[in-house]
């Protein structure tokens, strides 16, 4: 006998909604018809209600978690992201002894999920939980450097405030520091940007649709960060693939050279990256 369809809207809603696990799940129309057991005309309908109002988003890979539903049930999603990190954040940390931040974006600002570091932890003015702009931190920047130019405008449509005399303050000059950023392959610096006498490096950790998180080490001002990239670039790589293990299978190899190229950090191949930033002010 087939099942009973819940009798309100919202109960069906629910169930649909209940279908995604976090953050990183994708359900195809048939996906969501097989675990709701709603016909498949119904899960379309509610589906693209569901769409419209921002609770879920469409993609070519399938529904997903839509900014509404990740701004409620953040803590969840984010909970993914920091499990994931976790062995590497404490790895870098260990292995460098300087503060490991990682954050995701949120609008025009970053939201620090983490932070780890030793002795000079007490000068960063980070917590968890915190903000900040994120035009003006590496880790906002190597986010940003993944977005669709219309989408970094539509981000910084409130205006970009400047922390101190060396912040990009205005969108031709931010756009131009992105594309520097993907040149190195995602490697993200900063040097006195948010706060005077802080550096940073930092990686995207990307998914097939985008930047998720992004990890940073952070140090005093003449901090050799170029030293310290590749470990930064090895861990979201890691990170990435963990979220997103099917990147890796040989049916989608063409999204995983897309989410994080394979790097062979030679000191060779690092002065080459680095190169485009040596003469301007942001490396």
Not at 157 to 178: F, S, W, Y
Request: proline content about 5%.
């Amino acid at each position: 006998m087939r099942k009973q369809l819940p009798p309100s809207m919202v109960e069906r809603m629910t169930l649909i909604m209940d279908a995604f696990e976090g953050r990183t799940t994708r359900l195809s129309l048939e996906d969501v018809a097989r675990r709701t057991r709603l016909p498949r005309s119904t899960a379309h309908r509610i589906l693209d209600q569901l769409v419209r109002l921002r609770w879920l988003e469409h993609t070519p890979h399938g529904y997903g978690l839509g900014r509404r539903a990740l701004g409620l049930g953040g803590d969840g999603t984010h909970n993914e992201i920091r499990e994931a990190a976790a062995g590497r954040l404490h790895h870098m940390q260990i292995q460098t002894g300087m503060v490991v931040h990682l954050a995701v974006l949120d609008g025009a600002q970053i939201r620090y999920l983490d932070k780890i570091g030793g002795r000079f932890a007490t000068s960063v003015p980070s917590c968890v939980g915190g903000r900040a702009p994120a035009h003006s931190t590496a880790l906002g920047k190597a986010m940003l450097a993944w977005l669709a130019p219309e989408a970094v405008e539509a981000q910084m449509n409130e205006g970009m405030g400047r922390l101190t005399h060396r912040t990009i303050a205005d969108t031709e000059t931010l756009h131009q520091e992105l594309n520097r950023i993907r040149q190195r392959r995602g490697l993200a610096f900063e040097r006195g940007e948010c706060v005077p006498g802080i550096a940073c490096v930092a990686v995207a950790v990307r998914g097939p649709e985008g930047p998720v998180a992004a990890l940073s080490l952070v140090g005093h001002a003449r901090t050799p960060l170029e030293k310290v990239a590749p470990l930064v670039a090895d861990a979201a790589r890691h990170v990435s693939l963990h979220l997103f293990p099917g990147l890796e299978t040989p049916g989608r190899a063409h999204h995983a050279t897309a989410v994080q190229e394979r790097a062979t950090w030679s000191p060779q191949t690092l002065d080459r990256l680095l190169a485009t930033g040596r003469n301007g002010d942001w490396l």
